[in-house]
């Protein structure tokens, strides 16, 4: 059934869950979860109970308020000796446990405060309630001792526990056992769904037998789940059902419990397999669903609109078995906390809650806190039995001091009471309304429907195209379905339809005033009973509203809040109406208008102002290019006042007849009929577009284009839109102008968007001036041609409207070049369109171009429009395919000749695939290649799955990041699809195999492959293969009605292009995949299967012949393999990987003139990192209830949770994702910061990356990345872990036995953090404090310039991390400091040397000296320096206080150095400490200047550097060789001795006018007379090139 949007403003609306700390979880569990249909966790306010793993029925039962871990040795309650079937926890009496087994006997227990060790493990009763096998149980909602319970036998036996006796039983009438119960809120009435998809309810007291039930109320026979839903306040006891169709869908349904013959709504909840189980707050009509995996929907109840509206959803981060509701008297209404639940997995139980956002927090938010049940029983259960019914009690969370958001003024951020209200003053339709028909909800309607035309003799009746508009309250007439404005229009506020007496076909539809009727003629009377009742139920729902209201214009502000304009109402006419109807069969049939394949659903949205259409001839429009205006002014424009209201686009002559009569527009377009809305642009725009149509088809695709698709990228066409538009529809062409560009686009945004225009292809879009041949006489004739949606249209200039031609592209059976006689000779200009009716459409282009492009665009399109299985198999009957009169080779045949891979045979390891990784420079390539070691390249990498085992073998040439696809490949099929249960090795070419990857395994390779390539020595060499030409996917789709459509060529496509509804062939060329959505048709499946097998044997569409090894695979929706998800972009976790090599920025940009460098500045440049306690950090650094900080490592591909107690402890060798989640302005926000370590793995750095990408897209709220490296960690980021950052050597696994040095250092107390160096006394340094750690000792020396805050540091990190260790100050002259200075081998006097004072500490400067942006520019670099920031491509500047340090990079650039040695020199004379300048080189530092930096690192990722001797030169030493300006020509000819700064290019500049005579033989101005080229050769002779 249809389901409208809902109108009312739900209290739930931007609700939030959040899961709460780990130490707010407990630990140590061992739940029974082993049974998807049993309950697995329940509870109350004191205690909640979980099933126990181990023998018998035992029960976990603990305190509400427990955390932390959980003893081994936990008391239990032994309820039964059997396992468990069932238990419930009761709300009214919290110390009340019921329980059941598979046995007859239902117990019930009192365990006081949850506290099992106290009881005495007796129950306080015992019932016989069924003759074997108890199924479920469920406590009155009232009563404090009727318990309702289910079992075998098919009954319902509702017990009196105080008489432990059963006190009534109900009959279900079937074999089918109930599978579920629920009471309603007064605990009047009962409802049981059963397996045989039947829903009863019961009045138990009035009688045994249902009082109301529908068979069916789910498709699926897996069962259903109910609760009640009525809202507080509210008679009546609406129910919802949650259950699955027919294509396994979840759906939640809505059911009024008076009449149950149709569901008031249904909704699909999502697609997943597993039950959810409802819970209901009926306090704010909020229905939270949940079941086993991660996600808690919650969707807002509206019984009187009969909708069930998703409001949200959250995911939590982990999976969970099952969750659990709390009462909601314990939610915090402080924080304004909606619901809290209990989430269970084997060994946890962790609180999530639901949260509403509210400004104010202060006042007490009754309409979010309305109904609280007290938990107090109302009635005893005599009382109840004896006809007693008693609402239940409710209690007020609100404390006397605290005032009601009602009692605020609205400029005070309060609510009205009765506005806020409104939903609890409307009541469900009454039944006597509603005797057999569903009127809840207005509805879309359209079909054939003939009109009366009266006559002078006789009357007539006319087809007409009939559309009723539910939005707009009209009923409309076209002349036909292609028309774009109605005949007719009809407004049905108030008015009145009737039957035609003594014609079943007829009924007449009479305005409100009297002045205007249609009588109207269906083909039978149950549609026409169809119509009256969808024209009558919009029609009285327009009596809520004010008689002024227009539909299209602005809705009445007082219009109902809980449904806007259309709550169905009781009404005195509409019952009249409905008693001349004869019974209603029917309703909602195939002509409703639930939705479009063309048009989108239509919007609310109220868009107007003033545009330029056609009509009278008017002055020069304003705002309208200058090539368009001679256009607009010859065209005949004048301005109109134009309306966008619910799909209709109206134009009015003035504004004032706008708002005066909303309802008679000069001219309308129906939005649903426009084929397309398209920006009209210029000739050179046009000129552009034709050429890009060339390019679209190119088989270019990289990462780039890639990305540009998944971020839907606005089409280039549209930002060259000038300030004019097309409206194109079937019957007619209307231009519109815009007064500006920005109005122009805004309009134009709208349209597309509700038209649902796909302009994206330019070859959609082409346009231009062709000449058609007129005959004889008229010859060539200039004419317009255009492709709008899936038509050509010929028409006779750029600004006509007027169509000549219109061709539908399926009919367009060929589009060739042909030559033309032009200017004298023959010319290829000509495009001959061949239609299927065999009539020809003679055109000639400008140029040759543009005849190939009309010709190849035609070409492509009309493989989009047409049905492709004629061109695909042209000799095929399609009904002879469906009735297997075609002959096809079997299933079982191409399974044994391997041709058909089967996921589940090869999961099972009955088939192996062999997947082929190519990189072709602009991205990796998976295809699936020929099971032969003949096929390996050393290339190339190549993963054989067969299914247990997975193995990976890597080419020698094969790059790094190939490799890592193919280990990310590996890893995700083993853990995606086989449950992380297979083994994977990795072979490496022409290396032993690692010692995790035993022989019989790679033996086992090389036979599956037919042997080994070191046995008969087969050439991997690529150049010995043939070269792998990448075939880019096109993809067919089977429609419902069974033709194949063309729907993707070129370009790697999203996986978007995917429906559910239809079923797709993926012609890969050497491979064919068959894509099955999940509500497509038996009809589509078969046959798209068959047609794979065919098109398998035969060429694709472009005439290629395929490999004889080409294979086929099946793909259901929801179950893809890994292998097909690479064919596209926008899977989940199936992010491209870029190959493209990164350019390296250009060292010199443009010529430019070269500014004075000013010292002065970089003297006063700051010096480490600046504690400005006045800056608000961006983000909340102190860790609360609302600020919750989560980290994780990567460890292969995936993350693993850091214990909280290891929070700040990292390894250079490891990355990690670390979450920061917190509250602003009452919304979720996060942070995502992905930590790299400076030794970790470059598949570790981007999985890090990607792990934080993919979180990005599971959280709710917005969220930001930040990349931290090690030794560059903000101030902001230490802060999280309160300054306790510890960052030790080596991975995870890395033993940690030997002696360790820690180094602590900060130039604040706010960038304070401890790193692991050496240990050995070249990493000691007087600035900062080291800790060695050595044994169960911890030795602390603290350097002559260390401040305090550095110490203190040191001992948090100690009692942080290493509690256990014992601390000792390495002093002077005492036996620690011996033992300090031994371990890291220093000299003995060392430990004697008395403590100095080295005075205040200088604080390191780092300068870039860089020549990029082409000039030499000097820049600080910011704090924290660390010896990254040393690069390689730079010169650096480096400040130390006494000694200035100039650092050559390896990549550096002449002028950058012999810039930074001026800067340096006049630095160091302006200082005031006068230090001195050294220079240095890359990988040849000196530890001098190596211990200014906080832990320099001699190793790389583990592995040592390859560094060669220090090197220490004087700055005026270095200084003067860079500005010697002459050599002797001895010098010259050693070119590999000289000073870098000597261009090897023009060695001959070097020398000295004399000896340059004498080397060459003439004078330097004979030399410039000489022609260049001959100067190269004079070079050589005397040896200086």
């Not at 208008?593 to 008017?618: F, N, Y």
Request: hydrophobic content about 35%; overall charge negative.
């Amino acid at each position: 059934m249809e389901q409208r949007e809902s109108k009312s403003k739900s209290v739930g609306r931007n609700a939030f869950g959040k899961e709460w700390q780990r130490t707010s979880s407990l630990r140590g569990l061992n739940v029974e979860v082993s049974k998807a249909n049993e309950r697995f966790i329940d509870c109350n306010e004191k205690m909640f109970a979980v099933p126990w793993k181990g023998g018998g029925g035992s029960l976990g039962i603990l305190p509400i308020d427990k955390t932390g871990p959980l003893p081994k040795d936990a008391p239990l309650l032994q309820a039964h000796s059997i396992p468990l079937t069932t238990f419930h926890l009761s709300q009214i009496v919290p110390d009340l446990i019921a329980t059941a087994a598979r046995e007859s006997t239902v117990k019930l227990w009192s365990v006081k405060d949850g506290d099992v060790a106290a009881h005495d493990g007796k129950p306080i009763a015992e019932i016989n309630a069924h003759p074997k096998r108890v199924e479920s149980l469920c406590f009155h909602p009232t009563s404090a001792s009727i318990i309702a319970s289910t079992g075998d036998d098919t009954k319902i036996n509702l017990l009196n526990v105080e008489k432990a006796t059963s006190a009534i039983q109900l009959e279900v009438g079937t074999k089918d056992r109930v599978t579920c119960t629920a009471w309603s809120s007064d605990g009047k009435l009962l409802c049981a769904g059963n397996r045989d998809k039947t829903l009863r309810v019961y009045d138990p007291r009035a009688s045994t037998d249902p009082i109301a039930s529908t068979p069916n109320a789910h498709e699926s026979a897996k069962g259903f789940t109910v609760t009640f839903a009525p809202r507080h306040g509210i008679e009546g006891q609406p129910i919802v059902s949650i259950g699955f169709n027919s294509r396994s869908d979840r759906v939640a349904a809505l059911w009024d419990s008076r009449s149950m013959e149709k569901p008031l709504c249904k909704t699909v909840v999502d697609h997943q397999p597993g039950w959810l189980t409802p819970f209901y707050d009926d306090g704010t009509g909020v229905l939270f669903l949940a079941g086993k995996g991660r996600t808690i929907y919650y969707h807002e109840v509206n019984p009187a609109a009969g909708s069930i509206q998703l409001i949200d959803k959250f995911v939590a981060n982990d999976e969970f078995s099952a969750i659990s509701l709390l009462p909601k008297r314990m939610v915090d209404f402080r924080k304004c906390e909606l619901a809290r639940f209990l989430r269970v997995t084997p060994s946890t139980v962790q609180p999530v809650s639901i949260y509403v956002p509210r400004k104010n927090k202060h006042v007490f938010h009754d309409d979010v806190y309305n109904g609280v049940r007290s938990g107090e029983p109302s009635t005893t259960a005599e009382e109840w039995l004896n006809g007693k019914d008693e609402q239940y009690k409710v209690v007020s969370l609100r404390p006397p001091n605290m005032k009601s958001v009602y009692e605020l003024s609205q400029e005070e951020g309060g609510k009205d009471r009765a506005t806020a209200t409104a939903i609890d003053k409307v009541d469900a339709p009454a039944v006597s309304d509603m005797p057999t028909l569903a009127l809840s909800t207005p509805r879309d309607k359209r079909g054939e429907l003939q009109q009366k035309r009266p006559g002078w003799l006789y009357d007539s009746f006319e087809k007409r195209d009939a559309r009723l508009s539910a939005a707009r309250r009209t009923l409309e007439l076209f002349l036909d379905e292609n028309a774009s404005k109605p005949m007719e229009t009809l407004y049905l506020r108030g008015a009145s339809a009737n039957a035609v007496v003594d014609i079943e076909t007829d009924f007449s539809v009479t305005s409100s005033d009297g002045a205007s009727t249609m009588t109207l003629r269906a083909e039978d009377s149950e549609q026409r009973d169809s119509w009256l009742i969808a024209v009558l139920s919009i029609a009285t729902a327009e009596q809520a509203q004010s008689p002024n209201a227009s539909p299209y214009g602005t809705p009445n502000p007082k219009a109902d809040a809980l449904s806007g304009p259309f709550s169905p109402r009781g009404s005195g006419k509409l019952s009249l109406a409905l008693d001349k109807l004869t019974t209603v069969k029917g309703v909602g049939g195939n002509d409703d208008m639930s939705s479009s394949s063309h048009h989108r659903m239509a919007t609310a949205r109220r868009l107007e102002g003033e545009l330029l259409v056609t009509g009278a001839p008017a002055a020069t429009p304003r705002g309208i290019k200058q090539s368009l205006t001679s256009w607009f002014v010859s065209s005949g424009y004048h301005a109109q006042w134009a309306v966008l209201r619910y799909g209709v686009l109206c134009f009015y002559e003035s504004e004032a007849l706008a708002k005066s009569a909303p309802d008679s527009p000069v001219d309308s377009v129906h939005l649903d009929r426009v084929n397309v809305v398209r920006a009209l642009i210029s000739e050179e725009e046009e000129k552009s577009l034709q050429s890009q149509s060339t390019k679209s088809n190119d088989n270019d695709d990289d990462e780039e284009k890639d990305m540009e698709f998944l971020e839907q990228a606005t089409p280039q066409v549209q930002a060259a839109a000038t300030n004019a538009f097309r409206i194109v529809t079937p019957d007619r062409i209307l231009d519109v102008g815009a007064p500006d560009a920005e109005s122009c686009n805004r309009w134009l945004h709208q349209l597309q968007r509700e038209v649902g225009c796909d302009d994206e292809d330019p070859r959609r879009q082409m346009q231009g001036i062709v000449y058609e041949y007129g005959g004889f006489f008229d010859g060539w004739q200039p004419r317009y041609l255009a492709v709008y949606d899936n038509e050509l249209i010929l028409l006779r200039t750029r600004a006509s409207t007027h169509i000549l031609k219109r061709i539908a592209l399926p009919n367009v059976a060929n589009a060739d070049v042909v030559e033309e006689y032009v200017d004298g000779k023959d010319t290829p200009v000509g495009v001959r369109i061949s239609l299927t009716s065999g009539a020809t459409l003679r055109l000639r282009a400008d140029t040759p171009e543009a005849a190939v492009r009309w010709s190849e665009s035609l070409s492509y399109l009309r493989k989009y429009a047409s049905d492709v299985l004629v061109q695909l198999l042209p000799d095929i009957d399609i009904d002879d395919l469906d009735k297997g009169e075609v002959e096809v080779e079997s299933d079982s045949d191409l399974t044994e000749k391997g041709l058909l891979h089967e996921h589940s045979l090869i999961k099972k390891g009955d088939q192996s695939l062999f997947i082929q990784l190519y990189n072709d420079r602009k991205r990796l390539r998976l295809f699936e290649a020929v099971q032969s070691h003949k096929t390996l390249r050393s290339d190339c990498v190549f993963v054989l799955d067969t299914g247990k085992v997975l193995w990976q073998w890597n080419g020698k040439q094969s790059a790094r990041v190939l490799r890592a696809k193919g280990m990310d490949l590996m890893n995700r099929i083993n853990k995606k699809e086989r449950g992380g249960a297979a083994k994977v090795y990795w072979l490496d070419e022409g290396k032993p195999l690692e010692q995790d990857v035993p022989q019989h395994a790679a033996d086992k390779f090389w036979k599956l492959l037919g042997g080994n390539i070191a046995d008969d020595g087969s050439d991997t060499d690529p150049e010995k293969h043939p070269s792998i030409n990448v075939v880019h996917p096109s993809i067919y789709a089977v429609d419902a009605d069974g033709a194949l459509r063309f729907v993707h060529e070129g370009q790697t496509p999203h996986c978007d292009v995917l429906e559910t509804t239809k079923a797709y062939i993926v012609d890969c060329h050497i491979e064919l995949y068959v894509w099955v959505g999940k509500a497509c048709s038996q009809k589509q499946r078969v046959r798209a299967w068959l047609i794979a097998k065919l098109m398998r044997v035969r060429r694709d569409l472009d005439g290629r012949e395929r490999p004889p090894r080409t294979t086929l695979m099946r793909q259901i929706e929801g179950g893809e393999t890994m292998l097909f998800k690479e064919r596209f972009v926008g899977f989940p976790g199936m992010l491209p990987i870029q190959t493209k090599p990164m350019m390296a920025p250009s060292k010199i940009a443009t010529k430019k003139e070269q500014p004075k460098i000013d010292v002065s500045k970089l003297l006063n440049s700051p010096a480490g990192c600046v504690d400005n306690e006045d800056d608000d950090a961006p983000f909340p650094t102190q860790l609360s209830d609302d600020v919750t900080l989560k980290v994780w490592r990567v460890n292969d591909f995936d993350r693993i949770p850091l214990e909280e107690e290891n929070y700040g402890r990292f390894r250079s060798g490891e990355s990690y994702v670390v979450l920061l989640t917190f509250l602003k302005k009452n919304k979720e926000c996060h942070v995502i910061f992905f930590y790299q370590g400076r030794d970790s793995s470059i598949s570790d750095k981007g999985t890090s990356a990607y792990l934080t990408r993919f979180m990005e897209a599971e959280l709710k709220g917005p969220s930001v990345q930040i990349r931290v490296e090690q030794g560059k960690e903000p101030m902001d980021f230490l802060a999280l872990f309160n300054q306790k950052l510890l960052i030790e050597l080596g991975a995870f696994d890395i033993d940690r036995s030997e002696a360790r040095l820690l180094y602590t250092r900060g130039s604040c107390a706010k960038s304070v953090r401890t790193v692991e160096v050496k240990p050995n006394c070249e990493s000691l340094s007087d600035d900062g404090v080291f800790t060695l750690l050595k044994g169960d000792e911890a030795l602390v020396w603290s350097g002559g310039r260390c401040y305090d805050f550095e110490n203190e540091s040191a001992k948090t990190i100690l009692a942080q991390f290493y509690p256990n260790h014992k601390i000792d100050f390495a002093t002077p002259k005492s036996k620690a400091a011996h033992t300090f200075f031994d371990a890291l081998d220093a000299p003995p006097e060392a430990a004697d040397m008395p403590a100095e004072d080295l005075g205040e500490r200088y604080e390191l400067r780092l300068f870039e000296v860089t020549s990029a942006s082409g000039v030499v520019t000097v820049d600080p670099v910011p704090a924290p320096l660390c010896q990254d920031d040393v690069g390689l491509r730079n010169v650096y500047i480096i400040d130390g206080g006494e000694n200035v340090w100039i650092h050559f990079g390896l990549k550096s650039l002449h002028i950058e150095k012999h810039a930074a040695l001026h800067v340096s020199k006049a630095f160091c004379e302006q200082t005031k400490l006068k230090p001195k300048a050294w220079v240095t080189e890359h990988d040849h530092e000196p530890l001098e200047m190596r211990q200014l930096f906080h832990g320099w690192s001699l190793t790389r990722r583990g592995k040592p550097l390859q560094l060669g001797p220090p090197i220490q030169h004087k700055l005026e030493e270095v200084l003067n060789d860079y500005e010697r300006e002459t050599y002797s020509y001895g010098e010259l000819l050693d070119a590999e001795n000289l000073p870098e700064s000597v261009d090897r290019t023009n060695l001959q500049n070097y020398l000295t006018d004399d000896e340059f005579a004498e080397v060459f033989g003439m004078t330097r101005e004979e030399w410039d007379r000489v022609p260049k080229w001959r100067h190269p050769d004079m070079k050589k002779k005397v040896g200086l090139y």
